[in-house]
């Protein structure tokens, strides 16, 4: 059951900063040019579960007209979810939060679990395909923890993504201490390609990536890396399952779901296989709002695996709690429109301290190796946008 959180200061928000553009932001979401910017805190609404089904009319039961919340769920479903109504709130270019980080940082890394501990995960993770036909695709992640001299604002990170962004949709929104990995509250950061769903009355979207390839150096060597992975029939397969449990999720409340043939989406440092599913609510008046239908959604086999259950219980033995990483992020209104991304290209940061994440989806001919550079490549995307 929802309720309400009335002690703002886990979540390290000051409620005292409610004019439009004072101070550091309480929830940023959306483009580089147009996004939902939210000062102060006007209410905070969590569940100690992200599948809580009583979330969606909880948090749209608080919202006036013209508000929206914005928020995050967690990857697993028996974690937190968190969702703020901003005390004001904008529609504005995130650029115009600042440069980007402008002053050089001092900076220690440390991966978690190292390159090789994860190609060895990985090297699990196959095996245990070869002997479960049943299990499909499991995807296995690590960390970069990232300690910073001087420290980064939100601010900064947010606005520094956007030089890069793309089409992907930025975010910065509060997450409690129970999600973070040392147990203090931090910012959900990030600049995700991967459109969970999103819904405009009866009008539902969803665009999900599976199956990746890192851009090439040059022009003729992307061109390849585009082409190859457009081939690979291994990350066809891959991209395949992914588009199959979106399809049979949002099937049942749609009169009409249109399915293409997947094409390629880049971003500065990847190309995705993409399925742009479109359809229309049979009776948008009882369907469930952007919110509801991120829940049914989530987590797709693109960053838990299939079948679900199992690829969940393989994720907690092979790899460290990911908390909010590879959930779902995004914004929510009165009447149920809204959009959320996968929780992916993000990273939690509290003061001095930016902890990254990625991950790669591991199937029956993946390669540890592989692998092991693709969830670098991933890692790049946001050490470049942060300049570091």
């Known amino acids: 059951m929802s309720i309400r959180e009335p002690d703002l ?102 991966e978690h679990p190292s390159a090789t501990a994860y190609a060895r995960s990985v090297a699990r993770a196959l095996e245990h395909l070869e002997r479960e036909p049943e299990l499909r695709k499991v995807v296995l992640g690590r960390w970069l923890r990232l300690e910073l001299e001087p420290a980064l604002t939100r601010s900064e990170v947010v606005a520094g993504l956007a030089r890069t962004a793309g089409l992907a949709r930025l975010f910065a929104v509060p997450v409690p201490a129970t999600l973070a990995p040392t147990e203090e509250s931090s910012y959900l950061v990030g600049a995700s390609p991967e459109l969970l769903v999103s819904r405009r009355g009866r009008s539902v979207r969803a665009l999900p990536l599976a199956g990746s390839a890192p851009r090439g150096r040059t022009p003729e060597e992307d061109r390849l890396a585009a082409e190859e992975l457009l081939d690979s029939a ?35 440092s990847m190309w995705h296989l993409a399925t742009d599913v479109r359809g229309h609510l049979d009776r948008p008046d ?58 992916i290209r993000a990273g939690l940061l509290h003061d001095h301290r930016l902890d990254l994440f990625a991950g790669a989806g591991i199937v029956t001919g993946s390669d540890p190796a592989s692998e092991t550079a693709e969830t670098g490549a991933k890692l790049r995307t946001m050490l470049r946008g942060v300049g570091l």
């Open 234 to 268: 291994k990350n066809r397969a891959e991209h395949g399952l992914v588009v199959e449990s979106v399809a049979a999720a949002l099937g049942p409340a749609c009169t009409e779901l249109s399915v293409p043939a997947p094409t390629l989406v880049a971003t500065d």
């Open 9 to 110: 200061s886990p979540l390290d928000l000051n409620p005292t900063d409610r004019v439009a553009g004072t101070g550091e932001p309480s929830v940023v979401f959306g483009g580089a040019d147009s996004a939902i910017v939210g000062w102060g805190v006007r209410d905070v609404v969590t569940t100690r579960r992200s599948d809580d089904p009583d979330l969606d009319a909880e948090v749209r039961g608080r919202l006036a007209d013209d508000e929206c919340a914005v928020g995050a769920l967690s990857f697993r479903g028996d974690d937190p979810a968190t969702f703020v109504v901003p005390a004001s709130q904008q529609r504005r270019a995130v650029t115009g939060l600042g440069p980007g980080p402008t002053t050089p940082h001092r900076v220690r890394r440390h």
């Open 286 to 343: 009882l369907a469930p709002g952007a919110l509801g239908l991120a829940q049914l959604l989530h987590p797709t086999p693109a960053v838990c695996g299939t079948p679900t259950e199992r690829a969940r219980e393989l994720v907690a033995a092979l790899e460290p709690p990911r908390g909010p990483m590879t959930g779902a992020v995004g914004w929510t209104s009165r009447d149920g429109d809204g959009t959320f991304v996968v929780t």
